[in-house]
């Protein structure tokens, strides 16, 4: 089984070695930090390929916190308080509750875990372009 763990405004997982890791990162909350909010015990969580921004930069506050200059990367990096950022192959991963997404019961881990990468690589120019409305159809190949 996954495993989520949050501190703080934070959120770590303890990965399975079933489930495809390394930036894609699923599991089930197991601890929570004082203040955080979007998370609880026994919650299901996933991340993607970054796990901490500063939230209050012109990139952030634009929705665009990839571009934030504080940005810690899921892996290869190291927290805005020194301690390493070491991705899915770690039996931890910390990271900030907004930057986690909640996944719902009804969705297998394994299957969401690559929709954390591929699936918004793919997804977001698809919605910035306008084809996110009825009848619009988009392959991906």
């Not at 959120?11 to 070695?17: D, G, I, T």
């Not at 394994?110 to 918004?120: E, K, M, R």
């Amino acid at each position: 089984m996954c495993y989520l763990v949050s501190s703080s405004v934070s959120v770590a997982v303890s990965l399975c070695r079933s489930v495809p890791c390394s930036h894609e990162i699923v599991g089930v909350v197991t601890d929570v930090g004082s203040e955080v909010k979007k998370f609880k015990l026994g919650d299901r969580a996933g991340v993607g390929t970054f796990i901490e921004t500063c939230r209050n930069c012109h990139h952030c506050k634009a929705g665009n916190d990839l571009f934030c200059p504080e940005v810690v990367f899921t892996y290869n990096a190291e927290h805005h308080d020194g301690l390493p950022a070491q991705g899915g192959y770690s039996t931890h991963i910390v990271m900030d509750e907004f930057q986690a997404y909640t996944i719902p019961d009804n969705l297998p881990l394994a299957g969401v875990a690559p929709l954390l990468c591929a699936g918004i690589t793919t997804y977001t120019p698809y919605k910035v372009h306008g084809f996110d409305k009825p009848g619009k159809k988009v392959g991906v190949v």
